[in-house]
């Protein structure tokens, strides 16, 4: 039971992983899509900036998610760590945004936010790793910890049985045993 309250508290948390892994693809689309964008020479502009509204609203609501975990599968609570590193990433999360809705806008003046965007992509990704492998570490160590549990519940079950062997099936195989004698 205890085993098994744990391994439920801990469900989600592959899904974090795995959408926090995510996050580092849409920086780089994002990133792609502007580039794509600025650079359009096939006038498929209206598509580009679909694709890049589609990239942002997705990259934007799992962020707010993951930040705060407090929807759905998100659910859960981010270690101090974790809420360090959000707190680094937020900067560089900034400005990807800012430019991203430059471009949407189509604004003329983005050249300022298109120079600082491969550094800006390239720091955001670099502190997106670390906050996936925190994650995962923490995943790893609550499921060793269940694994400690569960060893131990299991050498107290073994220990009950020699128990109730030595101090009750014994006696009470020679009383019957006396019994049957007399």
């Not at 502009?45 to 930040?67: D, Y």
Request: charged share 20%.
């Amino acid at each position: 039971l205890v085993v098994q309250w744990q391994l439920i508290s801990n469900k989600d948390e592959s899904y974090i992983i795995d959408v926090a892994g995510r996050q580092r693809m849409f920086s780089q689309k994002i990133t792609k899509d502007i580039l794509v964008l600025k650079n359009d020479t096939t006038g498929n502009t209206n598509e580009n900036r679909s694709n890049l509204s589609k990239s942002l609203s997705e990259f934007k609501s799992v962020h707010e998610n993951l930040k705060t975990r407090s929807v759905g599968k998100y659910k859960g609570q981010n270690t101090d760590q974790i809420n360090n590193l959000y707190s680094q990433i937020t900067p560089y999360y900034d400005q990807l945004i800012a430019a991203a809705e430059c471009y949407l806008n189509g604004a003329q003046d983005c050249e300022d936010k298109h120079s600082s965007l491969l550094s800006v992509e390239s720091n955001f990704l670099e502190l997106m790793n670390q906050i996936v492998r925190t994650y995962s570490r923490d995943l790893e160590q609550s499921l060793q910890t269940i694994q400690n549990i569960e060893f131990f519940l299991i050498a107290l079950i073994l220990a009950l049985l020699l128990f109730e062997a030595f101090y009750i099936f014994k006696p009470a195989i020679k009383l019957v045993k006396s019994s049957i004698a007399s």
